[in-house]
């Protein structure tokens, strides 16, 4: 008597909860429709409309009980967020950055090594860039880092900057940690993060990339401890023995400073296109703790002494899997990311 494919539809707009189903103009068409029936019939179709209504309202009155024992939806889950059992991404649909897989790597060895880790900042001050690190207003050494200034400003007038190296975390991780020699334990730490140069672009240059600073204070540190710790590390993360070289440089936070070489991983000092054909492999710069920043950082240098360094983690592992181009980490490419899943 009622059309089976409209009563299936209301039936279906019900299940999915539909409040305004009553009130719409496809069921209120049924009570429209007794008028047009012989009186014969007229009693009959108002009892089996009426059945039916008795079904919507209960099948709504049961959606809606459904609805409020469901548990609150979660806005940021990325699929599924109206399910009672939310469903993750299968496992096979993504991996873990090569960069950071290569940094968690890097960590592990230190640990082991006994040092603590910390996180740099991605927006930093003066003070910390350049102040604390032997950096005074008007050094001209100042001008070797491309930095990107901000338009704010912190408490002391000058612009907040994003910082160019890891080194901005010298000052705070030997402040923080100075209590461990007051118990005869030295500062170790490592901060691998990233940073920022304004830099033309190329294969060798990025303007983000992760760095990995190092510090390393206590009574009676010297170079060779420097020398000794790196090449540690170096054949550890490569995996076989290595030369490593020293040469004086310049940078106003270590005296000495050095830059650091290590013989070419891949063609044992014959030459090759990863090292130029040179066998050696300028790899990072180094030094013993310029009495200033131990200054500044309230520890006496004539008490103690220490080492740092600052490496890049980007170029690490261009150099363990032979990758030529720096932006490939950044581009989103899926066949050069796959690669390492």
């Not at 039936?11 to 009570?31: C, T, V, Y």
């Not at 040092?115 to 910390?128: K, L, P, T, V």
Request: charged letters at 25%; hydrophobic letters at 40%.
């Amino acid at each position: 008597m009622i059309d089976e494919k409209l009563v299936a539809a209301l039936k279906a707009r019900a299940a999915s909860g539909d409040s305004g189903l009553l009130r719409s103009p496809e069921f209120r068409s049924l009570f429209g429709a007794l008028k047009t029936l012989p009186n014969e019939q007229k009693a009959a179709y108002g009892q089996a409309v009426n059945q039916l209504r008795q079904e919507l309202e209960v099948t709504l009155a049961s959606s809606v009980d459904e609805a409020e024992a469901l548990p609150a939806i979660d806005v940021t889950a990325p699929m599924d967020i109206n399910s009672i059992a939310p469903k993750m991404l299968p496992s096979n649909t993504g991996s873990i950055h090569p960069l950071m897989a290569e940094r968690d790597k890097i960590l592990d060895i230190f640990y082991r090594m006994g040092f603590n880790a910390s996180e740099s900042r991605e927006i930093d001050d003066d003070y910390h860039m350049f102040e604390a690190l032997n950096f005074p207003d008007g050094h001209p050494a100042r001008d070797d880092y491309d930095t990107f200034m901000t338009e704010q400003t912190a408490a002391d007038g000058k612009r907040l900057i994003a910082p160019a190296h890891t080194s901005t975390m010298q000052n705070r991780m030997m402040q923080k940690y100075k209590t461990n020699l007051d118990k005869d334990e030295p500062i170790a730490v490592i901060v691998p993060d990233r940073v920022f140069r304004n830099e033309d672009l190329d294969a060798r240059h990025e303007h983000t990339f992760y760095q990995l600073e190092g510090i390393y204070v206590d009574k009676g540190v010297h170079a060779g401890m420097l020398i000794a710790t790196l090449k540690t590390f170096l054949q550890e993360y490569y995996g076989k023995e290595l030369e490593v070289a020293t040469q004086p440089y310049y940078f106003p936070f270590t005296e000495p400073s050095f830059e650091f070489s290590l013989s070419c991983p891949f063609c044992d000092k014959a030459g090759c296109s990863i090292c130029g054909q040179a066998g050696w492999i300028e790899l990072l710069g180094c030094g013993m703790i310029h009495p200033n920043v131990l200054h500044a950082a309230g520890i006496d240098p004539e008490v103690y002494t220490g080492f740092a360094w600052g490496c890049g983690i980007d170029r690490l592992v261009m150099m363990k899997n032979g990758i030529e181009d720096v932006r490939n980490f950044h581009s989103a490419k899926l066949d050069f990311l796959r690669q390492f899943a």
